[in-house]
C-alpha cells in the first residue's frame, strides 16, 4: 500500500508559479513510478510528468515541457512539481499517483491506468 499526500496548490497569476509536493509513505518509496496528473470537470485525466524513483529521465505531457518540471527528494520520500509561467489553461485538481514498477515508455508514465495508487488531489487555479 501506497499512500499519497498532496500539498501545495493554491491561485496564482498567469505567469507565476507553483511548487506541488507529493509525500508518499516512507517504507513504499523505492522502486516506484510517481506521475503528476490534473483534472477539470468533464474532461479526463491528463499526465502532466512522471519521474522513476529510482533515477532516469523525467516524462513530460507536450502541454507542460518547458514550463513544468518534475524533482524528488528520496531522503524526504517527496516528489516535487515545479510549475513556471502559468497559463489559464493549467487550472485544475492536481493529482499525483504511484505504482511499483519502472515507468516505461512516455505513454505507460503518463498513462493514468497505469497507476494502483492516487493522492487526493490539490488545486491549482490561474488568474489573468
Known amino acids: 500500500q501506497v499512500q499519497l499526500v498532496e500539498s501545495g496548490g493554491g491561485s496564482v497569476q498567469a505567469g507565476g508559479s507553483l511548487r506541488l509536493s507529493c509525500a508518499a509513505s516512507?517504507?513504499?518509496?523505492?522502486?516506484?513510478?510517481v506521475g503528476w496528473f490534473r483534472q477539470v470537470p468533464g474532461k479526463e485525466r491528463e499526465g502532466v510528468a512522471a519521474i522513476y524513483s529510482g533515477g532516469g529521465a523525467p516524462f513530460y505531457a507536450d502541454s507542460v515541457k518547458d514550463r513544468f518540471t518534475i524533482s524528488q527528494d528520496n531522503a524526504k520520500n517527496t516528489v516535487y512539481l515545479h510549475m513556471n509561467s502559468l497559463k489559464p489553461a493549467d487550472p485544475a485538481l492536481y493529482y499525483c499517483?504511484?505504482?511499483?514498477?519502472?515507468?516505461?515508455?512516455?505513454?505507460?508514465?503518463?498513462?493514468?491506468?497505469?497507476?494502483?495508487?492516487w493522492g487526493q488531489g490539490t488545486q491549482v487555479t490561474v488568474s489573468s
Open positions: 499517483a504511484a505504482d511499483p514498477r519502472w515507468c516505461g515508455t512516455r505513454n505507460q508514465a503518463l498513462g493514468q491506468y497505469e497507476y494502483k495508487y
Open positions: 516512507a517504507h513504499t518509496y523505492r522502486n516506484i513510478c
